[in-house]
C-alpha cells in the first residue's frame, strides 16, 4: 500500500489532476445516473400503478354483476374483453376468486382452473395494501384489488402485469447516460491534460534550470520561453536575477580564490624567511667559534657537524615551506643529537633575553619520527617560548617516549597564549589554514602544518611556570612508510 502511494506520488502532476478529474466525474456521473435511474423506476412504477389502478377499477365494476350470480362463463368473458383495453399496459395473469379464495375464474384456465386455490407462494407475490409491487428479476409487476358490493366483499381479482418493456426503457436510458458520461469524462480529462500541461510549462522550464544550474550550469531563461504578460514572469525575473547573481558570485569567488592563492603564497615567502632566519644565530655561533677555536679537532668537529646539521634544517625549512605544492623526499628519523642541537641553536636567544632553559630529555635512541620536522617544530615553539617570557624567568622542554608516541611539551613563563592562537593550533578543521591576526607569529602557520602532517596531537594549557604550556603527541611510523611532506 506505501509502495502504491509512493508511487502515485511520484506521478507528474499533468497526469494526477486530469486522473483526479476523471475519477471526480466517474463518481459524479455514477451519483446523477443513479439518482436519474431512481427516479425513472419512480416514475415508471407510478404510472404502472396508476394503470393497473385503472385496469382493476373497470375490471371491477364489469366483474360485479357476473360475481354476484356467480356466473363464470360472464367472468371468463369480461377478463378477456378488458385485455388491450389500456395502451402501455400488458397484463399477463388476471385472476377473479369468490370470498373463500376458490378461483371463479382466469385469463389462463390451464394453469387456475375453476375451483381451484392459489398457492401460498403465488399469494405471496402480492402486497395486502392495494400496493402494485414489481420484481425485476421476474420482470412483473403483481397488483390485486378487492371486490366490495354494499360493505360485502364478494370476491378478489388479481392481476399479474409484464414490465419487460419498462426494464428496456431503464437500460436503454442507463446505456445512454453510461455512454454520455464516458464521452464527457474522456473529454474532461483529455482538457485537464491540455490545460495542466500549459499551465506547469512554465514551471517545467524552470525546473530545469534550477536542476543545471545544481549540476554547476547556470544559465538565465530567455524570453522566449514565456508569453508576455504571463503571472510566472515575476517567478523567471527572480530566477534571472539568482542567476546573475550565482554567476557574479562564481567570478568574484574566483578572483577571491587567485587572491587567496597569491597570499598563500606571500605567507609561504615570509614564513620561509623567518623560519630560516631561526636556526642562523646558532650557525653564526658555530661559525665564531670555528674562526676562534679551528684548530681544536674536537671543537672544529663538533661546529662543522653543527653546521651541516643546521642546513639540512634549512633544507628541511625550505621544503616545508612549499608543502603546499610539493611532495616527496624521504623522512630522516629523529636522534639525540638532533635535540642536542636545539639547545645550541636557542642559546643566542636565551642569552639576549637572559632567560634560563630547563631542559629534560630521555632520547637516547633513534626514534621513527619525522627529525626535520620535530625540529623545525621544537625551534619554532622554543622561539616562539622566548619571545613570551620576561628577561630573567624561566622557559622549559620535556620528552617522554613511550612504546608507540614522542610526547614532548614546552613551557614558557609569558602572559599565556591568545583563545585564537589557541583554537588554530588545536583546531582539527583541515578547512582552517589561515592563522589569527591577532598575537599570531609566522611560524605558528608552519607548526600546524608540520604537525598535521606527523599526525601530532596538539594540547595547550596553563604551565606551572605561570604562562602556557604547548605539548603535542606524535606517533610512530614504520620506516618504510616515513616520507616527508615537503
Avoid at 360493505?151 to 437500460?171: H, K, M, P, W
Avoid at 644565530?281 to 671543537?299: A, C, E, Q, Y
Avoid at 628519523?333 to 630547563?358: G, N
Wanted: hydrophobic share 40%.
Amino acid at each position: 500500500m506505501k509502495r502504491a502511494l509512493a508511487t502515485i506520488r511520484a506521478w507528474p502532476i499533468t497526469v494526477k489532476i486530469p486522473l483526479l478529474v476523471a475519477v471526480l466525474m466517474v463518481v459524479v456521473s455514477a451519483v446523477i445516473s443513479e439518482r436519474v435511474l431512481s427516479r425513472l423506476g419512480d416514475t415508471q412504477s407510478r404510472h404502472l400503478q396508476e394503470l393497473g389502478n385503472a385496469y382493476l377499477d373497470g375490471l371491477s365494476s364489469s366483474l360485479m354483476p357476473a360475481v354476484l350470480r356467480n356466473d363464470v362463463w360472464e367472468v371468463y368473458d369480461t377478463i378477456d374483453r378488458a385485455r388491450g383495453r389500456y395502451r402501455g399496459l400488458e397484463p399477463v395473469d388476471t385472476i377473479v376468486t369468490d370470498p373463500e379464495g376458490g378461483v371463479l375464474a382466469a385469463s389462463d384456465p390451464r394453469r387456475f382452473p375453476t375451483g381451484s386455490s392459489l398457492s401460498e407462494g403465488y399469494l405471496g407475490e402480492f402486497p395486502a395494501s392495494g400496493e402494485l409491487r414489481a420484481d425485476d428479476g421476474q420482470k412483473r409487476a403483481f397488483l390485486q384489488r378487492d371486490l366490495v358490493y354494499q360493505d360485502r366483499r364478494i370476491g378478489t381479482a388479481y392481476a399479474t402485469f409484464n414490465t419487460q418493456s419498462l426494464l428496456a426503457e431503464r437500460r436503454e436510458v442507463f446505456l445512454t447516460l453510461l455512454a454520455t458520461n464516458t464521452v464527457i469524462t474522456f473529454a474532461l480529462a483529455l482538457l485537464g491534460y491540455l490545460a495542466i500541461s500549459r499551465m506547469v510549462r512554465p514551471l517545467r522550464i524552470l525546473s530545469e534550470h534550477l536542476h543545471q544550474g545544481a549540476a554547476g550550469n547556470v544559465q538565465p531563461i530567455t524570453d522566449t520561453q514565456t508569453a508576455a504578460g504571463s503571472e510566472t514572469q515575476h517567478l523567471f525575473k527572480a530566477y534571472n536575477d539568482m542567476a546573475s547573481a550565482m554567476r557574479e558570485r562564481e567570478a568574484l569567488a574566483h578572483r577571491l580564490a587567485e587572491e587567496k592563492r597569491l597570499a598563500s603564497l606571500g605567507r609561504l615567502a615570509s614564513g620561509m624567511a623567518h623560519e630560516i632566519n631561526n636556526p642562523l644565530g646558532g650557525l653564526f655561533n658555530s661559525l665564531d667559534t670555528l674562526k676562534r677555536h679551528g684548530d681544536t679537532p674536537s671543537v672544529r668537529n663538533t661546529s662543522i657537524d653543527l653546521l651541516e646539521r643546521g642546513l639540512v634544517g634549512i633544507r628541511d625549512v625550505v621544503r616545508a615551506a612549499l608543502v603546499n605544492y610539493r611532495t616527496g623526499g624521504e623522512a630522516r628519523p629523529l636522534q639525540p643529537v638532533d635535540m642536542e642541537d636545539l639547545q645550541v641553536l636557542i642559546k643566542p636567544e636565551l642569552t639576549h633575553r637572559s632567560l634560563a632553559l630547563t631542559w629534560s630529555s630521555d632520547i637516547d635512541s633513534e626514534l621513527p619520527v619525522n627529525a626535520g620536522a620535530v625540529r623545525q617544530i621544537l625551534l619554532n615553539l622554543l622561539l616562539n617560548a622566548c619571545a613570551a617570557s620576561p628577561p630573567g624567568s624561566v622557559v622549559a622542554l620535556a620528552t617522554r617516549t613511550s612504546e608507540n608516541a614522542l610526547t614532548l611539551t614546552i613551557d614558557d613563563s609569558g602572559p599565556g597564549l591568545p583563545q585564537e592562537a589557541r583554537r588554530f593550533l588545536t583546531s582539527e578543521d583541515e578547512r582552517q589554514d589561515t592563522p589569527p591576526e591577532a598575537g599570531a607569529r609566522l611560524g605558528l602557520w608552519l607548526v600546524r602544518r608540520l604537525g598535521r602532517e606527523i599526525q601530532a596531537e596538539f594540547s595547550v594549557t596553563e604551565s606551572e611556570l605561570g604562562g602556557t604550556r604547548i605539548s603535542l603527541k606524535i606517533p610512530y611510523s614504520d620506516r618504510e612508510e616515513q616520507r616527508h611532506v615537503a
